[in-house]
């Protein structure tokens, strides 16, 4: 198996978390926050969509799916055009509020298949070229996709755990 089929089956598992995140919640429940400093379904799946739409296109030197298919537009937060949710107040938070949660999963399926062409276009040694050298050490290609994995795999567990809250108090 080769380093791009791993991350191609890591953030495979990214998106089938976030539709089951998301699944069966309405306006209230995606936006129903465990406490006054969490943060809401909506606003992880859209924060971990934002961070990886970011990140990726910034390594591939791609267009933001946010962006450039209107995501910005249809989701209509009011948010900075380029705000991820990277340091948001409570307050912030509580601003990601949407009525239908396939606009959340749309927006994700929209960056997750950005991400595979990325990926599946992928040579030997691209996963070494270094894409951020802001960092000591550089930061290459493949320790930035696999930071993005991480995010969104921590942000996810944290959706599935509120929604499982919201579930567990409806039911």
Same mark, same amino acid.
């Given at each position: 198996?080769?380093?791009?089929?791993?991350?191609?089956? /890591?953030?495979?598992?990214?998106?089938?978390?976030?539709?089951?995140? +998301?699944? /069966?919640?309405?306006?209230?429940?995606?936006?129903?926050?465990?406490?006054?400093?969490?943060?809401?379904?909506?606003?992880?799946?859209?924060?971990? *969509?934002?961070?990886?739409?970011?990140?990726?296109?910034?390594?591939?030197?791609?267009?933001? +799916?946010?962006?450039?298919? /209107?995501?910005?537009?249809?989701?209509?937060?009011?948010?900075?055009?380029?705000? *991820?949710?990277?340091?948001?107040?409570?307050?912030?938070?509580?601003? +990601?509020?949407?009525?239908?949660?396939?606009?959340?999963?749309?927006?994700?399926?929209?960056?997750?298949?950005? *991400?595979?062409?990325?990926?599946?276009?992928?040579?030997?040694?691209?996963?070494?070229? +270094?894409?951020?050298?802001?960092?000591?050490?550089?930061?290459?290609?493949?320790?930035?996709?696999? !930071?993005?994995? !991480?995010?969104?795999?921590?942000?996810? /567990?944290?959706?599935?755990?509120?929604?499982?809250?919201?579930?567990?108090?409806?039911?």
């Amino acid at each position: 198996m080769l380093a791009k089929d791993i991350l191609i089956d /890591g953030f495979g598992r990214v998106r089938e978390e976030v539709h089951a995140a +998301v699944e /069966g919640l309405g306006p209230d429940g995606l936006g129903a926050r465990p406490g006054p400093d969490a943060n809401s379904v909506a606003w992880l799946v859209w924060h971990l *969509t934002r961070i990886q739409d970011d990140h990726v296109a910034d390594a591939f030197g791609l267009d933001q +799916v946010w962006l450039s298919q /209107g995501w910005e537009k249809r989701l209509g937060l009011g948010l900075p055009r380029h705000d *991820t949710g990277y340091g948001h107040t409570p307050a912030e938070v509580a601003r +990601v509020r949407v009525d239908d949660g396939a606009l959340l999963t749309g927006y994700h399926d929209a960056v997750h298949e950005q *991400t595979l062409g990325a990926l599946r276009a992928l040579a030997a040694g691209d996963l070494e070229r +270094v894409v951020d050298e802001r960092w000591d050490p550089p930061v290459t290609l493949g320790v930035r996709l696999v !930071s993005v994995l !991480s995010d969104d795999l921590q942000h996810v /567990g944290q959706a599935a755990y509120a929604g499982g809250l919201v579930r567990s108090a409806d039911a």
